[in-house]
Nanobody, 117 residues
Framework: QAQVVESGGGLVQPGGSLRLSCVAS????????VFWYRQAPGRQREFVAL???????RFADSVLGRFTISRDNAKNTAFLQMDSLKPDDTAVYYC???????????WGQGTRVTVSS
């Protein structure tokens, strides 16, 4: 059964950094797009970053220049490096492995990030 597991969240002070990891036991991971989304309390889930299967990266305007996304297909793993964190980045962060051929999205349970002094 396909499974996606995020890790690396926690409490960090404003200006700090965190690196989130996403391990996906999805057979098509290497040819899937990888997305990161987040959901803050009382708000809808929003797009954060994307790395396509061919390595193209896209970011939400709110994180552009502060977050980077990468992937290691050999380990079925994706990463979200978050620098210069702000209180507004506080949210549960979700990883998604998206299979374009089957139009199927595999979601993780999320990892909580809290940015506070």
């Amino acid at each position: 059964q396909a499974q996606v597991v995020e890790s690396g969240g926690g409490l960090v002070q404003p200006g700090g950094s965190l690196r989130l990891s996403c391990v996906a036991s999805v057979s098509t991971f290497s040819i899937n797009d990888v997305f990161w989304y987040r959901q803050a309390p009382g708000r809808q889930r929003e797009f954060v970053a994307l790395m396509s299967s061919d390595g193209i990266a896209r970011f939400a305007d709110s994180v552009l220049g502060r977050f980077t996304i990468s992937r290691d297909n050999a380990k079925n793993t994706a990463f979200l490096q978050m620098d210069s964190l702000k209180p507004d980045d506080t949210a549960v962060y979700y990883c998604q492995s998206y299979d374009r051929a089957d139009r199927r999205a595999y979601w993780g349970q999320g990892t909580r990030v809290t940015v506070s002094s």
